[in-house]
């Protein structure tokens, strides 16, 4: 199985969501704007490139475009090994691995886009990707320039991102350029993030963290503060609120989530699957880990791309029709959703109660509405978590039947 990576904030542009208005996934973000009391169709398809940048809008208009189109991709039956996002896109990484339901992630996402505009606004600062040298000669330059600059990204080889309040980074940038740097590119986005600059950020988005319910994982989510595969649910509160101010560890992590890839199940290369705006992480992979494969997902065409590179590769492919099920293969089947809704596993159970499934059996709810197998045989996994939002047809589990 491949290793979904989600893109964050900076990713954004005009208009990216309209090559999905016609796409059966495109229902999420009609749901995400009833959480988050927002029309975020508009924000998706009509604002501009300032609208964008602001905080409040990037992160949601981002994090709701990267579940779009993560929920086309679950459509087909695909499952991840592992998940791992930049920096906002660690919470899309978390609905991918049943961490946390879609409604609480909407608003948590929300909570975390205005607290970070806040304290945007109370300490504006800039954030800019220079190419050409290392980490270790990035933090040089930055405390070369003994001001309010940080190394607030390490994303590949030879490329990061140092931030902080204008004039420092600007000071940070001639010396880096001394040291090597071939270029400095201004990011998009509204703030120094990932600095101490957005500690007034912490309070706010530490009671927003208390009252999330975070899951079991699914599948482990690389953490972007320290690089390393998590699955406990109760760990993510401290992590996500010390991202906030601690440098992503991107680099770190792809070589990570390539590990987690050589040591499990899956027979290929390692292949990376990007769901999102833009495709940014693509190169950043390629770069740290040249023997990669990368399926960049942005538009609906880029799904063919997806299915044909894992043709022959992962048993759980082609999307399901109807309500009855729908054959895999000679012996494989998928469970699908009968309506949309919410998914949960029925009361007082964590999931099937065997390794068996005979006709009938109860496998989940969707929105109060039962789950029930159609076929006879042995489960090989259940494909939705709870707290996620499905559409009928989606595939909520998959067996080999007899």
Known sequence: MPAFVFPGQGSQRPGMGRPWRDHPSWDVVQDASDVAGRDLERLLTEAGADELTETRNAQLATFVMGLVVLDAVERLGIEPTACAGHSLGEYTALVAAGGVGFEEAVRLVAERGEAMQEAADDNPGIMLAVTGIDDERARIACRRADGDVWLANSNAPGECVIAGRPPDVQRAAEVAAELGAVRTTPVKVGGAFHTPLMVPAQPRLRKALEITTFYPLAVPVVANVDSLPHDAGE????????????????????????????????????????????????????????????????????????????????????????????????????????????????????????????????????????????????????????????????????????
């Open 235 to 402: 760990e993510w509160p401290s992590l996500l609120s010390a991202q906030l101010r601690s440098p992503v560890r991107w680099r770190q992590s792809v070589l990570s989530l390539a590990a987690i890839m050589r040591t499990g199940e899956w027979d290929g290369d390692a292949l990376f699957c990007e769901l999102g705006p833009g495709g940014p992480l693509s190169a950043m992979v390629r770069a740290t880990a040249p023997e990669a494969t990368t399926v960049a997902i942005a538009v609906p065409d880029d799904l063919d791309t997806l299915v044909a590179t894992l043709t022959g590769e992962t048993a759980v492919l082609g999307a399901a029709e109807g309500h009855q099920g729908e054959r895999l293969y000679v012996s494989e089947r998928l469970i699908i959703s009968p309506c949309a809704g919410i998914f949960d596993l029925p009361a007082g159970t964590t999931g099937p109660a065997g390794p068996t499934v005979e006709i009938g059996d109860l496998l989940g709810l969707v929105s109060g509405t039962e789950v029930r197998s159609p076929f006879a045989g042995e489960l090989m996994g259940v494909i939705a978590h709870p707290g996620e939002r499905v559409q009928p047809g989606q595939p909520i589990a998959w067996l080999r039947a007899r």
